[in-house]
């Protein structure tokens, strides 16, 4: 099994940001691999915020589009999830997900005050 590590999470205040890390825990997978961010809020569904293919191409659920940047280091097989312009209801947990291999990560929490 792919073992994916996020890191990055914490409380921040409404307007602050973050900045995810998605690490893969081993040498052999692909370096390439398309990897997502999800979200889970609390008492909802696990939601796609983000995913980048192999080549950088990226995409965007709307309510993040212009606030959250995903990207990825294929030397480091790691994806990371820059969130800017933080709200309250982007508090959740956050997943990586590697999209070849059908791996996530443990999670890691965002939490965003008022």
């Known amino acids: 099994q792919v073992r994916l590590v996020e890191s990055g999470g914490g409380l921040v205040q409404a307007g602050g940001s973050l900045r995810l890390s998605c690490t893969a825990q081993?040498?052999?997978?692909?370096?390439?691999?398309?990897m997502a961010w999800y979200r889970q809020a609390p008492g909802n569904q696990r939601e796609l915020i983000a995913r980048i293919g192999g080549s950088g191409d990226a995409n965007y659920t709307d309510s993040v589009k212009g606030r959250f940047t995903i990207s990825r280091d294929n030397a480091k097989k790691a994806a990371y999830l820059q969130m800017n312009s933080l709200k309250p209801e982007d508090t959740g947990i956050y997943y990586c997900?590697?999209?070849?291999?059908?791996?996530w990560g443990q999670g890691t929490l965002v939490t965003v005050s008022s």
């Open positions: 081993r040498d052999s997978i692909s370096s390439i691999a398309p």
């Open positions: 997900k590697n999209d070849l291999y059908n791996s």
